[in-house]
C-alpha cells in the first residue's frame, strides 16, 4: 500500500542516492587530479647563453689622452733694424731657405757712402801713426804726439767698424733654416725698426700688419699639450729609460705619428693643476703646421703584474663598479671590483684572481646564480673591447 509515510521514505532514499553520487563523483576528480600533479614533470632550468673571457695578469701601460697644439722648432719674424727702403726680395713665397741666406736688400747707397767715407778716414788715421812712430824713432816728435796719433786711429777705425755694422742692416739674412712664410712687403716699400710693418689702402687695396716675412723651422717640428701633475713623477722616471717617453700624436684621417717628449717644464701651473710638456715629431711630409690642434696620447707609467679584464665586462651602478664571472658549475656571480685604470679597451681591476671567467657579453641578461652557457659569439678582440 502507498501510503504517505511509504512516499516520504522512498523521497529521502533517493536524495541520499543522488547525494552519495555526488560524493563519489568529487573523490574521483581528486584522485584524478593528484596522480596528474604527482605525474607533471617540473620546468626545465633556464640557461642563458654569454661569451665570457678570462683574467689575465700582465703589465699594463697608463695611456693619458689629452689635446695640444703644433709649435715651430724655431720661429723668427723678419723685421728690419734700421728705416729705409726695400731695393730688391731674394726670396719667393713658402721658399725654403738656410741660415745665413738672403731675404731683403734695402737701398745701401747712403750707408755705403758713409762706410767707404769712414774707411778712408780709418786708412789715413793709420798711416799718420806709422809715421809719427817713425819721427818719435828719429827723436823729431816726442811720445806724447805718437799716442795722441794711436788715439786718432783707433778712433777712426771704430767709427768705420760702426759704419760698416749700419751698411749690414741694409742686407737681411736669414738667421734659421726653414720655411717663409707670406712675404708682407714689395720693393720699394719703406721699413722701419718698429715692430709693425703695414700696408695701408682704401677698397682697391688691402691692409697687412705683421713682420717683413716669418720663417718657420717645421722639419722636426713639436707638439706642446698639459698633463695632470700626479702623473709627473712617473713621467720623470719613463723619460730617464733608454726609450724614453713616447707620444702618438692623431693628425686626422686615420693617420697618425710618433714622437719623444724631450722636455717636461719645471713649474706646475696652480690653477690648472698640470705641467707643461712638449714633444718632438719628424715633419718631412710637411703635413703639420704651428697652431694646428692634435689629439695626443702618452704614455705616464706601467703598472706591473696587474688584473686586466675588457672594459665591457664592468657595470657601474649605485652599487659601484660590478662583474659577473662564472663558477665551476656554470653558474654566474656577482664580485664587486675596484678599477685602478682604463684605456685601450681594457680595465685593471681588483677584487678577481688570474683565471676568472667573467661575462663580457650578454651580461645584461643574466642575475646571480642563473645558469650559464658559453655563446657561439665571435672571440673577443681588442677592437671589441673598445666598442
Given amino acids: 500500500m502507498n501510503t504517505p509515510a511509504n512516499k516520504r521514505f522512498n523521497f529521502n532514499k533517493k536524495y541520499i ?25 617540473k620546468p626545465p632550468e633556464i640557461v642563458q647563453s654569454v661569451v665570457t673571457t678570462a683574467v689575465v695578469q700582465k703589465d699594463f701601460p697608463v695611456i693619458i689622452e689629452t689635446s695640444g697644439n703644433v709649435v715651430a ?22 721658399q725654403e731657405v738656410k741660415a745665413g741666406d738672403l731675404l731683403f736688400t734695402l737701398d745701401d747707397r747712403a750707408d755705403k757712402a758713409n762706410f767707404e ?34 788715439a786718432n786711429a783707433n778712433s777712426a777705425r771704430a767709427a768705420a767698424n760702426a759704419s760698416q755694422v749700419t751698411l749690414s742692416y741694409d742686407y737681411i739674412r736669414s738667421p734659421i733654416s726653414g720655411r717663409a712664410g707670406v712675404i ?30 716669418t720663417i718657420s723651422q717645421l722639419n722636426p717640428i713639436n707638439v706642446q699639450f698639459t698633463v695632470p701633475e700626479v702623473h709627473m713623477a712617473g713621467l720623470m722616471q719613463l723619460q730617464k729609460s733608454p726609450e724614453g717617453l713616447i707620444v702618438t700624436v692623431d693628425i686626422g684621417g686615420g693617420i697618425t705619428k710618433q714622437g719623444k717628449v724631450y722636455v717636461i717644464d719645471n713649474q706646475i701651473d696652480t690653477v690648472l693643476g698640470s705641467v707643461r710638456v712638449k714633444a718632438t715629431l719628424d715633419n718631412s711630409d710637411y703635413s703639420l ?3 694646428r690642434f692634435v689629439h695626443v696620447n702618452l704614455q705616464t707609467q706601467i703598472i706591473k703584474d696587474a688584473l686586466v679584464v ?23 656571480v656577482m664580485n664587486k671590483v675596484k678599477v685602478l685604470n682604463q684605456g685601450n679597451g ?22 646571480p646564480g642563473l645558469k650559464i652557457a658559453e655563446g657561439s659569439a665571435r672571440k673577443i678582440t681588442e677592437e671589441d673591447s673598445k666598442k
Fill in 73 to 94: 722648432n724655431n720661429i723668427v719674424d723678419i723685421r728690419p733694424q734700421v728705416a729705409n727702403v726695400i731695393a730688391k726680395i731674394h726670396i719667393k713665397d713658402g
Fill in 184 to 213: 708682407n712687403v714689395f720693393p720699394g716699400s719703406l721699413v722701419s725698426p718698429s715692430n709693425i710693418v703695414s700696408t695701408t689702402s682704401s677698397i682697391t687695396a688691402t691692409t697687412s700688419q705683421g713682420a717683413m716675412v
Fill in 117 to 150: 767715407k769712414f774707411k778712408a778716414l780709418a786708412d789715413d788715421a793709420e798711416r799718420q801713426y806709422n809715421r809719427a812712430q817713425e819721427l818719435a824713432k828719429q827723436n823729431f816728435i816726442s811720445q806724447a804726439s805718437v799716442e795722441t796719433a794711436m
Fill in 17 to 41: 542516492y543522488i547525494i552519495l553520487g555526488l560524493v563519489a563523483i568529487i573523490l574521483l576528480g581528486y584522485v584524478l587530479y593528484s596522480s596528474l600533479s604527482t605525474t607533471k614533470k
Fill in 346 to 367: 681594457s680595465a685593471v681591476v681588483t677584487g678577481l684572481k688570474v683565471g676568472d671567467r667573467v661575462v663580457v657579453e650578454g651580461k645584461q641578461n643574466i642575475r
Fill in 310 to 332: 675588457p672594459s665591457q665586462s664592468i657595470i657601474s651602478n649605485t652599487l659601484g663598479d660590478l662583474i659577473y664571472t662564472v663558477d665551476a658549475e656554470n653558474k654566474t
Fill in 289 to 291: 703646421a704651428p697652431g
